[in-house]
């Protein structure tokens, strides 16, 4: 191979050689030429000539080549590595680079965006001409405030050259009295007017107050004690009505009875007449005189004796008849007819009389009862009738009744709202403090205006304390604006507020604890990361320590495995000890035969006589035959020594495995807790660090910006002194007030003083409006009461009269039936009383004297009686009488209620606006009205020469108000200006500053990232290319068997760039190790080690940067090798298989032409077959599977 360089491109030669057999057994040669060109652009390759020819066999005795064809072989090899790019790339892959990249690019981006910046020139503008708008008004602030302090001093000398301002206060003050007296009386003519419209509805009561309060407060109990006393006394009526009715009865049946006794008397005297005629005429006709008393009547005895003489002669005319009806029989019988009738007359009468009385006496009965029957129904058609038109009446009243109710809740609701109002309004309470306030108003007024007289001497001096307070409190504003503005960042960085005297040495203090705690802090974190360091590396090498020894315990393993596969023991002392019984038996075995040398000599003599193996009996050829020889003189020699030489190694596996393997392990896992710790305590710190950087780097801002803040806070102390010590001055000789801050405070108080009168007397107006609202409420909610209650006790009747309607229509229902039955009986007794009539008037005369002892012994019971009934019946009137009356009132009482209550309460309001008036006389009677008349004459007098003195002064005021007018137009103009089109400028310029140095505080953190990220990159290739340089050590220790080289390894020298600017870049190099002696391989080694090299830097890479990919491939790697070091790579080539083929993804791959390579890498039965690729007679390739023997 041969390699060249022209400037801008790379050209590469190579030969390849190709040694065969031919179908016939022939060597064949075959020779290809290429060449492979790498420009910056693209790389072409192209094919120069080929070669085939019979292989020239001298050259394979050759076992030299001449230094030019090494030093390309060489050079080809170390070129065709391309260790700067491949091992670029290999780092370029991790996701750690891709992330620096990512990094870098977006530094640059944000770098490269300019727009930020530009806006914030254009705020910085805005902000710029904002600030002269600010100074503009600040200018003209000044100039309002010198003007306005001008007018002020020009008032103040209106005020001093006026001599009439202690008589004006003196005449305001009567003036103010005058009202508060024309006040107070309007307010007692309204009183005595509300009480004279009162006195005109309300009935005076002589109860006193408090018995009329105690009867309003307990006025519903008293009213339903009534309603039970008229409860009670209307039973009690019901009751006395029951008795006059029956004593009335009882009066009207003796009447009748006396009546009839009466009538019965007369037909008695009649009757006596008649029979005194009868007895006279009988006597006169028969001769038989009666005896008469001295008035002629006839008494009882002369009728008896009349009646016996009668009846004597009665009886001597019938026996007279009976004698001559003897002897004439007609006549006779005539007679006795005459007779007979005469004595039947006479029984018939009586008997007459007697049925007549009885009929007589059941006929009246029956006629009494049927006119009272009629009395009683006519009585009750009246009360129905009387009842109906009532019933309809109060069925009427329903209407009005529940509208009657509608009412009284409307004034009710209204009464109670504005009672509710009247407390809320508490207008007593108002009126009294705002009568307290204008007291003290009038007091403080008062001593201010003496004050004023008294700071007129102190003019000038009080002048410049005002100006000095008027700059100190402008200074003040600017302080507080600053501070404001700086307050929330100085509270976020110190946690306390600032202020204006101790902002910049408590910045300057947090200044310095946080130097010496970054200080600090950086020291821990450089500790920190020391430890990590140190930690790290420990953990490595203890890792690739305890790597190191798992792999030499796995190659001793595998030794003794391989060592003990003939034996069936596990161990080596076991084996050894069956070893020498199996070497015993055999040397038992060989003495049969003359001893083992002759054995082994039978065996070689056998081999050489027929070229096969006595054991296997397989064929030889000259050079199997040869290595029979040897296989079988080492066989002699090692046989004994095989298994002896296991027993060390076997030791040294145990050591590795029980002792020294569980020590490193612990160590690392030790080591490896240590490291997290350690990292952690790093990151920690490091994270420290940065806040306490950020937070000093705001401190230095916060610094910065406290300048600004300086001046105005040096000028305001400065005022402050001055302040102080104008105001000493004035505390010297009084006050430290201004004249301007005394007349502001009287004229303060004068608004305050007018504002209280006038709400005072608004107070009082509305007082005496809402109770007058609450006085007609209250009057009609009574009338509206008395009405509802009026109805009410109307409605009440509705039902007692319906039942009594129901009652009497019943009891007329009744009467009817029984007039019919007394009709009926009437007609069916009016027949035997006419029958009867004639008998009765015939037998009347027999009973006239005892009727007539009867009747007059009847009639003087009767009438006793009826005197009797008569005085109960006048007693029982008066007692119903009385109760009508007492119910009567009791009713009104109860009706009258609302009206009652009304009028109480009249009384107590009456009572109480008398009580008012008195007051309020007592109150005006208190107040100097003389003096006030002639303060208030006096000032009328005088006010009209002060007025146009002030009006004078006034107009040269007005001259300043213009000019105040004129500035503060354009004061107003430049903060509307300021206001509309520079709206937050300075917050938007903040912010606007803060996005630009955050930006630029990201970029800086960006760049530190990327520093930070390369260095760990870079420490990351150190450690990778440390292990790298680990691994080639042992591979190399492993494999190389020659003395000249202790071991390879790769050296790594940067080549420019940078991580601000580009990647970093590397020269790397394979250099080998001589007595700690580095040497640069190129140049310096024979083929075979280059290819060793490379073969084994292969392979390290593939343990460091490829554990995901198992597959590695070797294309001839005996090229240029010795014998011992291609068994010493197939060695390793068994190991490497024997520790990797547990892993799923492990795959080796060898392609070679030595036929002994393959045949050790048989011998180590680490592979089952291999595949062999030929040419066939017609030239074409085949590919078989084939075995290991």
Not at 1038 to 1067: E, L, M
Request: with cysteine.
């Amino acid at each position: 191979m041969v390699f060249q360089k022209d400037g801008k491109r790379e050209e590469v030669k190579a030969q390849v050689k190709l040694r065969f057999f031919a179908a016939n057994r022939t060597r064949m040669l075959a020779v290809r030429n290429l060449a492979v060109t790498v420009t910056k652009a693209k790389m072409t390759m192209k094919t120069l000539e080929g070669i085939l020819a019979t292989s020239d066999g001298a050259k394979d005795n050759n076992k030299k080549m001449s230094s030019f064809v090494i030093k390309k072989i060489v050079t080809g090899h170390l070129r065709k590595l391309r260790f700067s790019k491949k091992f670029d790339d290999i780092f370029e892959a991790t996701r750690y680079t891709k992330a620096l990249d990512n990094i870098k690019s977006l530094r640059k981006e944000r770098v490269a965006d300019l727009k930020d910046k530009e806006r914030l020139h254009s705020l910085g503008l805005e902000k710029a001409h904002a600030d002269r708008l600010k100074s503009k008004i600040d200018e003209l602030t000044n100039q309002v405030a010198e003007k306005t302090q001008e007018s002020e001093e020009q008032r103040l000398a209106w005020t001093s050259s006026c001599g009439y301002t202690k008589f004006y206060d003196s005449a305001t003050r009567f003036q103010q009295i005058f009202l508060k007296v024309e006040h107070l009386e309007e307010r007692r003519s309204q009183v005595i007017l509300n009480m004279e419209e009162l006195k005109k509805t309300v009935t005076l009561v002589d109860d006193p107050t408090d018995v009329l309060k105690s009867k309003v407060d307990n006025y519903d109990a008293h009213c339903a004690n009534q309603r039970t006393k008229r409860a009670t006394k209307a039973t009690e009526l019901l009751q006395e009505e029951d008795s006059l009715a029956e004593a009335r009865q009882d009066h009207q049946e003796a009447v009748n009875m006396c009546g009839e006794m009466r009538g019965q008397a007369k037909n008695h005297e009649q009757n006596i007449i008649q029979r005194d005629t009868e007895i006279n005429n009988i006597g006169t006709k028969y001769g038989i005189r009666p005896n008469t008393s001295a008035n002629g009547s006839l008494d009882r005895d002369s009728v008896v004796e009349f009646n016996a003489r009668l009846g004597e002669m009665a009886r001597a005319q019938a026996l007279e008849l009976e004698r001559l009806q003897v002897y004439i029989p007609r006549s006779v019988s005539c007679d006795i007819l005459t007779a007979q009738p005469c004595r039947m007359n006479t029984r018939l009468k009586v008997t007459n009389t007697k049925a007549e009385n009885r009929a007589a006496n059941r006929r009246n009965a029956l006629k009494h009862e049927k006119e009272t029957l009629k009395t009683q129904m006519q009585r009750n058609r009246s009360q129905i009738s009387t009842a109906e038109t009532s019933l309809d009446t109060l069925r009427l009243l329903e209407t009005e009744l529940k509208l009657a109710a509608s009412a009284v809740l409307d004034a009710y609701d209204r009464l109670s709202a504005a009672k509710a109002a009247a407390q809320e309004s508490s207008f007593e309470s108002q009126i009294a403090e705002r009568t307290n306030a204008l007291g003290i108003k009038t007091d403080e007024r008062e001593r201010l205006q003496q004050k004023l007289a008294d700071l007129q001497s102190q003019a000038e001096t009080r002048a410049k304390l005002g100006l000095k307070r008027a700059d100190f409190s402008r200074k003040q504003a600017e302080i507080d604006t600053i501070i404001g503005i700086h307050n929330e960042r100085f509270k976020a960085i110190l946690g306390t507020d600032a202020e204006a005297d101790t902002m910049e040495r408590d910045v300057d203090q947090a200044l310095i604890i946080k130097d010496k705690e970054i200080a600090r802090l950086e020291a821990d974190a450089s500790a920190a990361s020391r430890e990590m360091h140190s930690v790290e590396s420990a953990l490595t090498s203890y890792r690739e320590q305890i790597r190191k020894k798992e792999a030499e315990l796995k190659a001793l393993e595998q030794r003794i495995k391989s060592g003990l596969a003939d034996s069936e023991h596990s161990t080596v002392g076991p084996a050894i000890k069956a070893a020498q019984a199996e070497l015993d038996n055999w040397l038992e075995e060989i003495g049969q035969h003359e001893g083992a040398g002759h054995f082994y000599s039978k065996i070689l003599k056998d081999g050489k006589t027929h070229k096969k193996c006595v054991i296997c009996n397989r064929k030889m050829d000259e050079d199997q035959l040869i290595e029979f020889e040897k296989t079988v003189g080492g066989h002699i020699q090692k046989r004994d020594t095989k298994l002896q030489a296991l027993l060390p190694v076997e030791e040294t596996r145990d050591k590795l495995r029980d002792e020294e393997l569980p020590t490193m392990q612990i160590r690392a896992e030790e080591l490896d807790s240590k490291t997290a710790k350690a990292t952690a305590e790093a990151q920690e710190t490091e994270t420290a660090v940065k806040a306490v950087k950020s937070f000093r780097k705001n401190c230095s801002l916060s610094k910065a910006k406290q300048v600004s803040s300086h001046e105005p806070s040096r000028r305001f102390k400065s005022l402050q002194r001055e302040i102080q010590q104008h105001e000493r001055d004035l505390a010297a000789t009084g006050s430290t007030q201004t004249a301007e801050e005394v007349q502001a405070e009287i004229d303060q108080c004068g608004a305050h003083i007018k504002t209280l009168d006038r709400e005072r007397t608004s107070l009082m107006a509305e007082r005496d409006r809402q109770y007058q609202t609450l006085r007609t409420l209250e009057n009609e909610y009574s009338s509206r009461q008395l009405e509802e209650s009026e109805l009410k006790n109307r409605m009440k009747d509705q039902d007692s009269i319906t039942k009594e309607i129901e009652t009497l229509t019943k009891d007329n229902l009744e009467a009817s039936a029984r007039l019919k039955a007394i009709d009926g009986k009437l007609a069916g007794a009016q027949q035997p009383l006419q029958r009867l009539e004639q008998e009765q008037k015939r037998f009347q005369s027999e009973h006239n004297s005892t009727i007539s002892l009867v009747l007059d012994r009847a009639l003087r019971q009767c009438e006793t009686r009826v005197s009797e009934a008569a005085i109960s019946i006048a007693e029982l009137e008066q007692s119903v009488q009385e109760l009508r009356e007492e119910l009567a009132e009791i009713d009104r009482e109860i009706h009258e209620a609302g009206a009652t209550l009304a009028k109480f309460r009249d009384n107590l309001s009456l009572r109480k606006m008398k009580q008012d008036i008195e007051n309020i006389q007592t109150e005006i009677a208190q107040h100097d009205l003389e003096q006030a008349g002639a303060a208030k004459a006096q000032f009328d007098e005088r006010y009209q020469i002060e007025k146009d003195k002030e009006n004078k002064l006034r107009s040269k005021q007005a001259r300043l108000a213009g000019e105040l007018g004129i500035l503060k137009s354009q004061l107003k103009s430049s903060k509307q200006e300021l206001a509309s089109q520079f709206q937050g400028i300075n917050e938007k310029y903040t912010k606007q500053l803060v996005q630009v140095k955050m930006a630029d505080m990201a970029n800086n953190d960006l760049e530190k990232y990327a520093k930070a990220l390369d260095n760990a990159i870079m420490k990351y290739h150190a450690l990778k290319m440390e292990e790298v340089n680990d691994t080639m050590r042992h591979l190399w220790n492993k494999t190389y068997q020659g003395t000249d080289i202790d071991g390879i390894k790769i050296v790594s020298d940067p080549d420019g760039g940078g991580a601000g600017t580009k990647k970093a870049s590397y020269n790397y190099r394979v250099v080998m190790m001589k007595d700690q002696v580095e040497m640069d391989m190129r140049g310096r080694c024979s083929a075979g080690q280059k290819m060793l090299a490379s073969i084994i830097i292969r392979l390290a890479l593939s343990d460091s940067f490829g554990q995901n990919c198992g597959i590695l491939a070797l294309d001839e790697p005996t090229n240029a090798l010795d014998t011992e070091n291609i068994d010493a790579l197939a060695s390793s080539l068994v190991d490497i298989i024997n520790e990797r083929r547990h892993l799923s993804n492990f795959q080796l791959i060898i392609i070679t032409h030595d036929e002994s390579f393959l045949r050790k890498l048989g011998q180590a039965e680490v592979m089952e077959y291999y595949w062999r690729v030929s040419r066939d007679s017609r030239q074409k390739s085949v590919i078989e599977r084939q075995r290991f023997n």
